[in-house]
T-cell receptor, first 113, second 114 residues
Framework: AQTVTQSQPEMSVQEAETVTLSCTYDTSESDYYLFWYKQPPSRQMILVIR??????QNATENRFSVNFQKAAKSFSLKISDSQLGDAAMYFC??????????FGAGTQVVVTP | GAVVSQHPSRVICKSGTSVKIECRSLDFQATTMFWYRQFPKQSLMLMAT?????????EQGVEKDKFLINHASLTLSTLTVTSAHPEDSSFYICSVTTGGFGYTFGSGTRLTVV
């Protein structure tokens, strides 16, 4: 069985600062995808970033970047130059071979002016 | 990615009645859709995988007779909550897989059973 663990229920960051969200996972698959999704108060799920496990290079999307450590099964998200609009719940997710997504418990990001 | 429309966004129903939630893929032929349930301040839990033209595959612990899924076309999957009870009150979200492990989510349906 796959597991996705997010151990930080809430993280607070000041505007323009950097925050890192942690995620660890366990899977028996040799090939898989990892995701970070953002869920603002509207509850619409928004893809932040995606990482293919066979790619060693860490994915980046503008102010968002990941630190993917495959051997350690760790997949952290760094938000740089935080903005008020970044405030949301962030979910780490992992696919299985059937394409099903397993989500972590989520981390609430609070951005203070 | 695909454009996914989910309706209704909110519904209130009486205990014992049934409610249907629609998930439409507007610009992509979706052979597979997923249905999730999310309780307040919790994560998304996969309920079932909806496959066009065949029976849905339910996750362990999900009552298939209570949560009926129909995926009769490549653009529409429906989730019917039958004989709803207050404990079924939740936020239901569908997603479309667009291949290559790409996913687009609907905007969700808040179900309240009174």
């Amino acid at each position: 069985a796959q597991t996705v663990t997010q151990s930080q229920p809430e993280m607070s960051v000041q505007e323009a600062e950097t925050v890192t969200l942690s995620c660890t996972y366990d899977t028996s698959e040799s090939d898989y995808y990892l995701f970070w999704y953002k869920q603002p108060p509207s509850r619409q799920m928004i893809l932040v970033i995606r990482q293919e496990a066979y790619k060693q290079q860490n994915a980046t999307e503008n102010r968002f970047s990941v630190n993917f450590q495959k051997a350690a099964k760790s997949f952290s998200l760094k938000i740089s130059d935080s903005q008020l609009g970044d405030a949301a719940m962030y979910f780490c997710a992992l696919t299985d071979s059937w394409g099903k997504l397993q989500f972590g418990a989520g981390t609430q990001v609070v951005v203070t002016p | 990615g695909a454009v996914v429309s989910q309706h209704p966004s909110r519904v209130i129903c009486k205990s014992g009645t049934s409610v249907k939630i629609e998930c439409r893929s507007l610009d992509f032929q979706a052979t597979t859709m997923f249905w999730y349930r999310q309780f307040p301040k919790q994560s998304l839990m996969l309920m079932a995988t909806s496959n066009e033209g065949s029976k849905a595959t339910y996750e362990q612990g999900v009552e298939k007779d209570k949560f009926l899924i129909n995926h009769a076309s490549l653009t529409l999957s429906t989730l019917t909550v039958t004989s709803a009870h207050p404990e079924d009150s939740s936020f239901y979200i569908c997603s479309v897989t667009t291949g290559g492990f790409g996913y687009t989510f609907g905007s969700g349906t808040r179900l309240t059973v009174v």
